[in-house]
């Protein structure tokens, strides 16, 4: 890992790397040389698979996170590259070019985090929400709970009795208490 | 196959690459298949334009089943997210337990008691034969064969029945929990979980028999739903789906997990890439698991725990971090991508279910050109299902 961190250094800037095993590294970059190091990992270094790509909103730093995730399965050894986005009209630029499957990705994000991808193939198109008019639901500051309390009816939950006074009324009920 | 479209009746593409439908015209025709279709895998529809009866355009619209697992686990505690992460898959549930357990444990260090991996990997491999009874039956339904269903569903039946006593529960297990396993396996387990597999057995090479002889299984889809070897990069292809093009990807041989690399085996691969390889490679796949089942049987540890102590899991924290775990389900690779933050809770899950790329990007490429009949047995030989898509 410490070896692919080192040619990878070679063509382009890089920060910090977290080995979180053997076989797992995640490695932080600048947006700007995200296709540069895909290309080189995918052709160069055999990672051919593209895993997922996947969004983690840090609220508290105002910073969305993208998590590209590549594999090399001859060699057992995956990377994750971090990309860190201001989430102020957050947007990042397409990789459906050189992997077809990750437009499908980025219309989900474009969805559930509200991160546009432009000139991804039908990104604005509804995934999976029907007429969402909300925040997108998977950012942080989208209530959950707010949302079902103001769209949802209430509805009584079970009711709970104590199972010993409940089970001695119902089977001997001319006992009392 | 000598048969060529005849061109002139196709739309013609617009500068952005859409093709140009013109719905006033009479040539073309819009098609629901599903969300209610007998054809379909789950709760999921494909919007279909038709001229005649092929099929010029495919666009899969998946919604239906949308509860925000990945959101509603950032407001649980790692424990309480066990009820959840089970229903993400329901005919094998079980690895999403596997995955997201493996993954709490590395972030906090847990360690797991031999044992309890042995137990995991018989698991698995349990979950694997009934997801493979279950699209056996699916599979040969769409091709007008009930009877396969009925044959698979009844020894699914008695799998379930080994789970149930298992676990406590035929369907969502929750056994799989973070440290190892719930529980030790039942006095005599093991040999009625052979019985099991001698049933296992003799249905399948009934199957074998029925479906996989039968003339017009054999002409209906052989040749049809061809998956092209180069795709499988490009479109993330994993597990049966790409075994059956040539591609030998199996993460338990690949990037071995659990035990898996103490086990004797080697992944099913054919080189038809159509949906009777694909059907034939499941076939296999079954058997080859039913084997696992008996060296797991024959080699796992008689004695020892089966459970690492935890902390007070109500109050566990676990120190921000992130991590991929992955198994071979299957229909390929499942994975679990787990964001920590320090808290209570987890900060992100993410899943990486295989049908995500095979019913999405996939299908609506292999579905132009094919007639309107050969669409439910080309869906179902992808063998998705729709949770893992929209989770």
Known sequence: ?177 | MNYQPDRSKYPAKKADGTLDIDLTSGKYLKLWHGPNHPGITGNMSVELTVCGDEVIEGKVHVGYLHRGFEKLMERRSFIQCFPIVCRICVPEPDFNEYCYAAAIEELSGVVVPERAHWIRTMILEMGRINSYLMYLGGQAGALGQGVIGQWTTYVRDLMLDRFEELTGARIYHMFILPGGVRDDLPEGFKDRLEATLKEVDAVLKDVHDVMFKNAVFKRRTIGVGYIDPAWVDEYGITGPNARAAGVAKDVRKDQPYLVYDQLDFEPVVDHGSDIYTRADVRRRDVAMSVDLLRQILAKMPNEGPVMAKLPNVLHWQIPRGETYIRGECSRGEYGFYLVTDGSRFPRRVNVRGPSYTHAMTLLERMIVNTNISDVAALMVSLHTYPPEIER
């Open chain 1, 1 to 177: 890992m410490h070896k692919l961190y080192e040619n990878l250094g070679k063509i382009i800037p890089l920060g910090e790397m977290t080995l979180q095993r053997a076989n797992l590294a995640f490695i932080t970059l600048d947006r700007r040389y995200l296709r540069s190091a895909l290309h080189h990992l995918r052709d160069v270094e055999g990672y051919s698979h593209l895993v997922l790509l996947t969004a983690v909103d840090w609220i508290e730093e105002d910073v969305f996170q993208l998590t590209y995730l590549l594999s090399n399965r001859t060699a057992d050894v995956d990377v994750g590259l971090r990309v860190m986005l201001p989430r102020e009209n957050a947007s990042m630029d397409s990789i459906h070019d050189i992997w077809p499957t990750a437009a499908t990705y980025q219309r989900e994000l474009r969805e559930m985090f509200g991160i546009d991808f432009p000139g991804s193939p039908r990104v604005n198109e509804e995934f999976i929400l029907e007429g969402w008019q909300e925040i997108p639901p998977y950012r942080r500051d989208f209530d959950t709970k707010k949302y079902s309390e103001e769209n949802f009816a209430h509805r009584e939950g079970r009711v709970t009795k104590d199972p010993a006074s409940h089970m001695k009324e119902l089977l001997y009920p001319d006992r009392g208490q």
